[in-house]
């Protein structure tokens, strides 16, 4: 039976309001969720009927609707509750949005956007299991966006977080520890939680674009050597690349963006024809790491006779482990890469 057929289903009269399993796939939410709420904070439907099935009222389901809404923005589930009821009794506003074959007399409201609340970096564990450990607050509302599978807040918060923090930030102190959360989660319950890492990579990879797309345009144009970004032959991890290509378009160097696992002589044959300034090498494995490579790369000059030159290589990513050698530079993270390539361009 369809979402549709169940919604008409579950009403019964315009006034009877929606059952809890249907609140909670309009939620994204499981019914097990919306119960524990209801047991621990009080946030149930005001009318039970006798015999029958919980029914939500309009009024409880905009109070489960804010619960949601302050929870996808790191407020911790005791404190939204809370804030929920309050709003609840004042009678705050709230826009309608009319959902298709939505049970009638029930009114499911539109997420307001709002950014998240600063606060101090913390230790904490999502409700949905996910291992966080010592992380800015806004983490944990990411994460409880993406276990719901809530594609709407996975990129408020990340838009957000961007806005608030800047974007190396936003990279390193929310999306990354999020990131790493739901990836040692895919890894510890087997087939579990893939649908929630690549929803989540498609939107942080949506948010860098974006920031690129934003900046580009408005570098230099004094036909400077780009920074050549590459993932290694077989590396198909391309999102701190991404982070890096958003965060040298912000600052007005050009970069060119070969992407995951590029062949050694599609990476050469690149190398050759622009005469990067600096080539960055990704390698998120140590499968993948190619010393030979690399120090390839850094050995060869290019330019015309009399003035030729090298580039500066970095080897980035936990692939190459502690492999280094002449002319190879190690960056420990994005604002380490971003510094050693600024450096250089000035």
């Known amino acids: 039976m369809g979402l549709s057929a169940r919604a008409d289903a579950d009403t019964e009269g315009p006034d009877a309001g929606v059952t809890t399993g249907f609140l909670a796939r309009k939620l994204g939410v499981s019914p097990t969720t919306l119960r524990s709420w209801d047991r ?16 939500w009222s309009p009024e409880d389901v905009a109070m489960v609707q804010e619960m949601c809404r302050l929870t996808a923005v790191g407020l911790p589930p005791a404190e939204a509750a809370r804030a929920a009821k309050e709003t609840a009794r004042d009678g705050g506003p709230g826009s309608a949005l009319a959902v298709a074959r939505q049970p009638a007399g029930v009114r499911f409201p539109e997420r307001s956007s709002a950014a998240p609340p600063e606060k101090e970096l913390k230790a904490s564990r999502s409700p949905s299991g996910l291992p966080l450990g010592d992380v800015r607050q806004e983490c944990r509302g990411l994460a409880r966006a993406a276990v719901r599978l809530d594609a709407s807040a996975i990129q408020e918060q990340l838009t957000s977080a961007v806005r608030v923090h800047g974007l190396i930030k936003a990279w390193e102190e929310v999306m990354v520890p999020t990131l790493r959360a739901v990836g040692r989660k895919w890894e510890s319950s087997g087939d579990r939680y893939v649908e929630v890492e690549h929803l989540l990579s498609w939107h942080v990879s949506a948010t860098l674009r974006h920031v690129y797309v ?59 024809r622009v005469g990067p300034s600096a080539v960055v090498l990704w390698s998120q494995s140590s499968d993948t790491a190619n010393l030979p490579l690399a120090r390839h790369i850094a050995a060869t000059r290019w330019g015309v006779r009399g003035a030729r030159t090298q580039s500066q290589v970095l080897l980035s990513g936990p692939g190459w482990g502690r492999q280094s050698g002449p002319g190879l530079l190690r960056p420990r993270h994005l604002a380490d890469a971003l510094r050693l390539i600024a450096a250089r361009e000035n």
Do not use: Q, W
């Open 40 to 55: 621990r904070y009080g946030l149930g439907p005001a009318v039970r009927p006798d015999g029958r099935h919980r029914r």
């Open 214 to 272: 934003s900046a580009a345009g408005h570098g230099r144009d004094d036909g400077a050597s780009p920074v050549l970004l590459a993932c290694l032959p077989g590396e198909p991890h391309t999102l701190p690349l991404e982070a890096l290509n958003a965060a040298l378009a912000e600052h007005g160097i050009p970069v060119l963006m070969l992407g995951g696992a590029v062949p050694p002589e599609a990476l050469m044959t690149a190398f050759h």
